[in-house]
């Protein structure tokens, strides 16, 4: 487990590997994010959350934490792998409270780097997650986008990354994945109205896009 200090202080992010845990450690850091994964997913159960915990055998946790309260304010899962000579990170779920203070980019930027992926891939119906996802690219490289073809390469990582049933690899739509989540009006806003206008036009109430950036 490794720890940082971030927005001066005012929040600490700890990071760390679910795979080999003990199982009371793993209970523990269960229990760190519950009320965050409820929030977001209610409903779950505690066998939904140790899932998505353990999603993968590589997969860390970032947990984001309010150093004067100890409140758990977000967390985020992912995990990294080779496919096809590109290293493509996986996004299993980010989430934040307090979005207007940055704290989602910060978990983004924490664990993501050029240097290290060269694709980062993560499901969404929040088109303010998707623009904060398209920023992650120096050249804003990400699709699904408007009146842009998915390259093959795409739609390999797509298919190979998106472990929900009924992906579209032309559309990058995924129906029925968001059926018990929060749809507050927040998530249907963006800054920018071209991508607020495609998600309004392309989506279902629990439909979401398989999004996958370039960082190269």
């Not at 001066?8 to 269960?30: C, F, H, N, P, W």
């Not at 060269?118 to 088109?127: G, I, L």
């Not at 804003?140 to 190979?160: D, F, M, T």
Request: proline share 3%.
């Amino acid at each position: 487990m490794n720890t940082k200090l971030v927005l001066d202080g005012k929040y600490r992010i700890q990071t760390i590997k679910t795979a080999g845990i003990s199982k009371d450690k793993l209970s523990e850091v269960a229990e760190q994010i519950k009320e965050m994964f409820l929030w977001f997913a209610p409903g779950s159960t505690d066998e939904d959350i140790n899932r998505r915990l353990c999603q993968h055998p590589e997969a860390f946790v970032d947990i984001l934490t309010h150093v004067e309260s100890g409140e758990c304010r977000g967390f985020t899962v992912h995990y990294t792998e080779q496919f096809n000579g590109s290293w493509v990170m996986f996004r299993g779920g980010t989430i934040v409270r307090d979005r207007s203070r940055g704290l989602y980019k910060i978990l983004l930027h924490h664990s993501i780097s050029a240097e290290k992926q060269d694709f980062v891939v993560a499901m969404t119906q929040n088109p303010r997650v998707y623009e904060a996802l398209r920023a992650l690219s120096t050249r804003g490289v990400v699709y699904p986008a408007v009146g842009v073809s998915n390259p093959e390469e795409v739609k390999l990582i797509a298919q190979e990354f998106c472990k929900a049933p009924g992906l579209d690899s032309e559309s990058m739509i995924v129906p029925g994945v968001y059926g018990s989540i929060r749809k507050d009006k927040e998530f249907k806003s963006a800054k920018d109205h071209l991508v607020e206008k495609f998600f309004a036009e392309s989506l279902g109430d629990d439909a979401g896009f398989f999004v996958v950036v370039s960082l190269r």
